[in-house]
């Protein structure tokens, strides 16, 4: 995203020149690294909040309408043991009226089945995982319980999914600079290939390396500023419309922006692998005896 | 009237170009062979020899365009050999080259082609544009000076690149068959206004075929390569 308006340019110029297929390769690649980079970022952020949601999934535990006296004084003493958020219990009255979708229920009918059906109580044990798992090892023994349900499985599987995702990011995020660097130097060739009479006439008129390298230099620089800004905005443009769109009910996902230490780093590794990219670019020609 | 070959001492003190045991091959054609020579300062000197004798080679070794295959040149002060490569954009400063084909920018201007080798020196945009103006002048090229060089005639061409080697005050100047494209009335008028430079000190060296143009230069040196080595007529 950060170099979309580089990629359109270099795009642009490299539709007008023939025999450069390395180039358009890497062209290629680039788009892809960034890509990538992309995709694993966002996966990376979709796991986070994921692994938020399934921390606090809640513990659904029913239990017989004859045990219901014991089994909520025992919730009310785990709540205080294991720092339970929110215990909601649903009456099978609730239940069913939940069921019903707020219909009344004829008294005489529904007393009957009152007895049938169990308690329902939801646990929520917000990113607790180990407390959420001795709640429900506790309430498996007590008599009248007839379920207990947990995922917790899951909330393994996320959480070893989400520290390989680091190795990667690493990775990507050196992808990233590689594919900025080759970015760089790929426009400045094109750039150099379109400007070769030109340079070739500074050279023979006397024209220092310094001088022809500037120029280049410069462009190189300020395409990585202005890239790295272009880029950030964006992202900033997406976390405000992600969080409009998500940090609503009954979703809540909040998407941080990226700190601004990161965006610095960023930024500056842009910068200076922009610049490299552009002296690498320009420095066959002064092997060239002209 | 100075002359060249280096057997005079004092010649060879007062001399600004001198070759030694100069050698150039293109792979394993042989172009130049054992060459020796000083051509003294300020002197004009004509280079002629048929085509592929290696006139142009010759002037590129001297530009340092080219690295001689063995051998030394002196050019002024800056030491051309095999190894040797002297600081380009000082090199540059002290020895200017114009082209049989111009070598000049089509999407520039004429005043921004003159402008070129002025900015590549660093002097003020104020000091340029009083020496663009004069050299606009005495070429006679105040009428085109904005219009971009792709619409230029020949002569208007050879004269901005004589413009554009002349403008930093060069104290050789190598121009290599620069009346090859133009008729005769404007190749008179170019050698004219080369011989008015060579009149204030400027060393000329002029690779051509055209040897009539001789009689339109004071006390010339007639140079000709044949058979790889190079020969003076007088």
Redesign the interface.
Known sequence: MSYTACLFEQFMMLMNQKKLQHLFLIFVLTIICLLVSIILLIHYNGLNYLKKITANETLIITWDSKYNKEIKSELDKLKDKYKIQQIKIFSPQKALSILMKGEQLPKNDSSKMYQILPYTAIISCRENKNNLLAIKDILKKKPGIKRVIIDASKIEIIDSIRSNYIYFLIITLFLLFFASGALTFSYSYILKLSRAKELYILKLVGASNTFIIIPFTLKGFLSGILASAFGLFMTKIIVLYLNKLLNTPPIWIKIDMIPISYCVFITMGIVFISCIGSLLAINPLFKKGV | MARLFKNNSMEAANAIIEVNNLYHYFGKKKILEKLNLAIPKGSFVFLTGSTGSGKSTFLKILHA???PTAGLVRVENFVIGPKN?PK??????CV??IYQDF???DDYSVKQNIE??LR??GISKKNRQKRIEVLLKVLELEEVKDTPSIFLSGGEKQRVAIA?AIS?SPKILLADEPTGNLDKRMAKRIMKILSHFNKHGTTIIVATHSIELKSLVENPIHLTISDSTIQEIK
């Open positions: 365009e080219l690295a490569k380009i954009h000082l090199f540059r400063r200017q080259m070598e000049i920018l070129i080798p590549c020196m554009r930093t």
